[in-house]
Protein backbone atom coordinates (compact mmCIF):
# COMPACT_ATOMS: atom_id res chain seq x y z
CA UNK A 1 0.00 0.00 0.00
CA UNK A 2 1.49 3.24 -1.03
CA UNK A 3 1.45 6.08 1.73
CA UNK A 4 2.15 9.64 2.02
CA UNK A 5 2.49 10.63 5.92
CA UNK A 6 3.26 14.19 6.12
CA UNK A 7 4.05 15.69 9.33
CA UNK A 8 4.76 19.73 10.86
CA UNK A 9 3.24 22.35 9.60
CA UNK A 10 1.39 24.81 12.06
CA UNK A 11 1.30 28.38 12.88
CA UNK A 12 4.11 30.65 12.84
CA UNK A 13 4.83 34.58 12.39
CA UNK A 14 6.02 36.45 9.40
CA UNK A 15 9.73 35.86 8.55
CA UNK A 16 9.58 32.83 10.55
CA UNK A 17 10.11 29.27 9.38
CA UNK A 18 8.77 25.42 9.39
CA UNK A 19 9.11 22.44 8.26
CA UNK A 20 7.28 19.96 6.53
CA UNK A 21 8.19 15.91 6.21
CA UNK A 22 6.61 13.70 3.25
CA UNK A 23 7.44 10.27 4.68
CA UNK A 24 6.90 7.65 1.68
CA UNK A 25 6.22 3.71 1.35
CA UNK A 26 4.55 1.46 -0.82
CA UNK A 27 6.41 2.12 -3.96
CA UNK A 28 10.80 2.37 -4.86
CA UNK A 29 11.36 6.08 -3.59
CA UNK A 30 14.31 6.38 -5.82
CA UNK A 31 12.37 5.86 -9.05
CA UNK A 32 9.77 8.99 -8.08
CA UNK A 33 9.64 12.84 -7.90
CA UNK A 34 7.99 14.14 -5.23
CA UNK A 35 5.98 17.51 -5.44
CA UNK A 36 4.80 19.89 -2.90
CA UNK A 37 1.64 21.64 -3.64
CA UNK A 38 -0.47 23.69 -1.54
CA UNK A 39 -4.04 25.25 -1.69
CA UNK A 40 -6.00 27.94 0.02
CA UNK A 41 -9.81 27.58 0.02
CA UNK A 42 -11.40 28.48 -3.33
CA UNK A 43 -8.14 27.98 -5.20
CA UNK A 44 -7.01 25.55 -7.11
CA UNK A 45 -3.98 23.47 -5.91
CA UNK A 46 -1.06 25.29 -6.46
CA UNK A 47 2.63 23.33 -7.46
CA UNK A 48 5.19 24.92 -5.56
CA UNK A 49 8.17 22.82 -5.55
CA UNK A 50 9.57 19.33 -7.04
CA UNK A 51 12.52 17.22 -6.28
CA UNK A 52 13.38 14.29 -8.02
CA UNK A 53 14.14 11.33 -5.79
CA UNK A 54 16.47 9.45 -7.79
CA UNK A 55 18.96 12.61 -8.73
CA UNK A 56 18.40 15.06 -6.09
CA UNK A 57 17.69 17.66 -8.87
CA UNK A 58 14.81 20.40 -7.26
CA UNK A 59 12.84 22.24 -9.12
CA UNK A 60 10.63 25.59 -7.28
CA UNK A 61 7.92 27.83 -8.16
CA UNK A 62 8.66 31.81 -8.82
CA UNK A 63 7.01 32.72 -5.63
CA UNK A 64 8.99 30.46 -3.14
CA UNK A 65 12.44 30.41 -4.91
CA UNK A 66 15.18 31.41 -2.45
CA UNK A 67 12.81 31.05 0.89
CA UNK A 68 12.28 27.30 0.17
CA UNK A 69 13.82 24.40 -0.29
CA UNK A 70 13.21 21.04 -0.86
CA UNK A 71 15.81 18.24 0.72
CA UNK A 72 15.42 14.00 0.33
CA UNK A 73 16.95 11.43 2.88
CA UNK A 74 16.58 8.70 0.88
CA UNK A 75 17.62 6.30 3.18
CA UNK A 76 14.56 7.03 5.32
CA UNK A 77 12.41 7.34 1.90
CA UNK A 78 11.60 11.24 3.11
CA UNK A 79 11.19 14.60 1.55
CA UNK A 80 11.80 17.61 3.25
CA UNK A 81 10.35 21.31 2.87
CA UNK A 82 11.96 24.01 4.84
CA UNK A 83 10.38 27.42 4.35
CA UNK A 84 12.20 30.03 5.10
CA UNK A 85 11.14 33.67 5.75
CA UNK A 86 7.78 32.98 5.34
CA UNK A 87 4.77 35.50 4.50
CA UNK A 88 1.26 35.66 5.12
CA UNK A 89 0.71 34.70 1.85
CA UNK A 90 2.16 31.58 2.03
CA UNK A 91 -0.95 30.67 4.15
CA UNK A 92 -2.18 27.62 2.95
CA UNK A 93 -2.80 23.60 3.46
CA UNK A 94 0.31 22.13 2.28
CA UNK A 95 0.30 18.48 0.14
CA UNK A 96 2.86 15.87 -1.01
CA UNK A 97 2.65 13.75 -3.92
CA UNK A 98 4.28 11.47 -5.53
CA UNK A 99 4.98 10.65 -9.19
CA UNK A 100 6.35 6.91 -9.12
CA UNK A 101 7.68 6.44 -12.37
CA UNK A 102 9.24 9.89 -12.90
CA UNK A 103 11.07 11.10 -15.82
CA UNK A 104 11.49 14.55 -14.44
CA UNK A 105 9.60 17.09 -12.46
CA UNK A 106 6.34 18.87 -12.51
CA UNK A 107 4.09 21.27 -11.54
CA UNK A 108 0.77 20.26 -11.77
CA UNK A 109 -1.59 17.91 -9.93
CA UNK A 110 -2.44 15.77 -12.30
CA UNK A 111 1.24 13.95 -12.87
CA UNK A 112 1.23 12.97 -9.52
CA UNK A 113 -0.48 9.43 -8.56
CA UNK A 114 -0.18 9.65 -4.68
CA UNK A 115 -1.13 12.53 -1.64
CA UNK A 116 -0.17 13.28 1.51
CA UNK A 117 -2.96 13.99 3.90
CA UNK A 118 -1.99 17.86 3.94
CA UNK A 119 -0.71 20.66 6.41
CA UNK A 120 -1.70 23.36 7.31
CA UNK A 121 0.35 26.09 7.19
CA UNK A 122 -0.64 29.61 8.94
CA UNK A 123 1.55 32.43 8.83
CA UNK A 124 0.43 35.37 10.76
CA UNK A 125 1.56 39.25 10.20
Known amino acids: EVQLVQSGGGLVQAGGSLRLSCAAS????????IGWFRQIPGKEREGIGC????????YYKDSVKGRFTLSSDNAENTVYLLMNNLKPEDTAVYYC??????????????????WGQGSQVTVSS
Open 97 to 114: AADEYAGGCGFQPYEFDY
Open 26 to 33: GFTFDDAA
Open 51 to 58: INAGNGVT
